[in-house]
């Protein structure tokens, strides 16, 4: 009686998790996109140099085919996070058996949309208005929200990397100009680390 | 003892049931194909459980059409809540007297 009141405990908890969460995100994932992160701005920082840093020279912005590069720039990386993530994530849930597309990964999307459809906004209006130095504070920020709304409806797990991020986008914005150094450490390390532990914590 | 007794629902006896439930208590409404998804129950079987709970008012059913494929979803009442949690609490109240 004892061990049956136990096992059916054990069991309404693992069926209401596996309802109301998608536990397929790949580990593999964060840390494709990580790197990819980590390249963009390589690349970045090779075709601007020193004056990337510095927030006084902006009317070097001014210039279209600089836009143009970082934007190029910026579609490449999210490209390969993309399909890096759906990549591996899909592989995942086809090992556990979870499907891709249900209730749960709907429910995480949609929840992870809003604040990065509202962020995604912002930071068109701020690049609009020529604040460009204020792009890598609100970037990370919106998506240190994203992930913590998310958070609820995918591993427990992604609530750290939520916080780190929201922390690291509340001191960049003490440091306008080092957008490009606090993006790579947001987007790039942290998501490497991430993955690293999320991988051997539920896939090794 | 007794008293725990007095608040074992009947109708969480079999597994399937209370697999159910729980599916029904962090979801709205849940299709036939849901269940079976995630339980991996026959049918029938299936069939069987979803009408017993419906019998005590649990859970009440919806019938409409996708296409021209029928479908049916279920969604717990506010008696099958009131009756899930009952039984959650005096599981666990069972562990604890236990030890």
């Known amino acids: 009686m004892n061990q049956q009141a136990l096992e059916d405990l054990k069991e309404i908890r693992s069926i209401m998790d596996r309802s109301t969460r998608f536990i397929s995100l790949s580990g593999i994932s964060g840390v494709i996109a990580g790197v990819a992160a980590l390249a963009g701005a390589a690349a970045a920082y090779w075709y601007f140099q020193e004056v990337i840093f510095n927030y006084e020279s902006v009317d070097y912005w001014n210039q279209e085919a600089q836009y143009r590069f970082f934007l190029l720039d910026a579609l490449a990386v999210l490209i390969v996070a993309l399909s890096g993530g759906i990549f591996f994530t899909v592989r995942k849930a086809k090992s556990q058996g979870q499907k891709i597309w249900d209730s749960t990964s709907r429910r995480l999307l949609i929840n992870?949309?809003?604040?990065?459809?509202?962020?995604?906004?912002?930071?068109a209006v701020l690049l609009y208005m020529g604040f460009i130095g204020f792009i890598a504070p609100v970037t990370l920020t919106f998506y240190g929200l994203a992930l913590l709304n998310a958070s609820k409806y995918t591993l427990d797990d992604i609530r750290y990397l939520a916080i780190s991020e929201l922390i690291l986008g509340m001191v960049?914005?003490?440091?306008?100009g080092y957008g490009l150094l606090f993006w790579s450490i947001g987007f790039g390390v942290l998501h490497i680390v991430y993955g690293l532990v999320m991988y051997f914590k539920y896939e090794k | 003892m007794s008293e725990i007794i007095q608040h074992w629902d009947k109708a969480f006896e079999n597994k399937a049931r209370l697999a159910i439930m729980s599916i029904l208590?962090?979801?709205d409404w849940a299709d036939f194909n849901r269940f079976k998804e995630q339980l991996d129950l026959t049918d029938g079987n299936l069939a069987?459980?979803?009408s017993a709970l419906e019998k005590v008012s649990y859970i009440e059913?919806?019938?409409s059409f996708i296409g021209k494929?029928?479908?049916?979803s279920y969604r717990v009442t506010a008696t099958?809540?009131?009756?899930?949690?009952?039984?959650?609490?005096?599981?666990?109240?069972?562990l604890r007297n236990q030890g």
């Open chain 2, 61 to 63: 059913v919806r019938k």
């Open chain 1, 112 to 123: 992870l949309s809003i604040p990065l459809a509202v962020g995604g906004y912002f930071c």
């Open chain 1, 172 to 176: 960049a914005l003490w440091f306008i």
């Open chain 2, 48 to 50: 069987s459980h979803l």
């Open chain 2, 69 to 72: 494929k029928p479908n049916t």
């Open chain 2, 80 to 94: 099958g809540k009131k009756a899930f949690k009952q039984h959650l609490q005096s599981l666990e109240k069972f």
């Open chain 2, 25 to 27: 208590m962090v979801t």
